[in-house]
Nanobody
């Protein structure tokens, strides 16, 4: 059974930082590209960042220079370091996995499709 378990969300003031984690099980982790996706109330789902099986990263313009995605294949864990947070970053953050042979792993649009997704962790940024 595949499980992606996010943690690390919370409430923070603008300008603050959070680090999200996503622990994976039930998949051959090293063969999946991993993505962070967020969803805010009333807004479309947005792919935030993606990391390939060999560590190549891609970011949405809205988070470039502020967020850093990384992965530890030995621990089967995905991370998202979020700095200089602002209220527009508020939302539910999900990690998602796509098999590395999928074209989704190199698609221009981050996180549009995936094989598995976690239940999410809430991030709230106050001004």
């Amino acid at each position: 059974q595949v499980q992606l378990l996010e943690s690390g969300g919370g409430s923070v003031q603008a300008g603050g930082s959070l680090r999200l984690s996503c622990a994976a099980s039930g998949i051959t982790y090293g063969r999946y590209c991993m993505t962070w996706i967020r969803q805010a109330p009333g807004k479309e789902r947005e792919g935030v960042a993606r990391i390939s099986t060999d560590g190549i990263t891609t970011y949405a313009d809205s988070v470039k220079g502020r967020f850093t995605i990384s992965r530890d294949n030995a621990k089967k864990t995905l991370y998202l370091q979020m700095d200089s947070l602002n209220p527009e970053d508020t939302g539910m953050y999900y990690c998602a996995a796509a098999a590395d042979w999928r074209t989704w792993c190199t698609a221009r649009r981050i996180g549009a499709e995936f094989d598995y997704r976690g239940q999410g962790t809430q991030v709230t940024v106050s001004s």
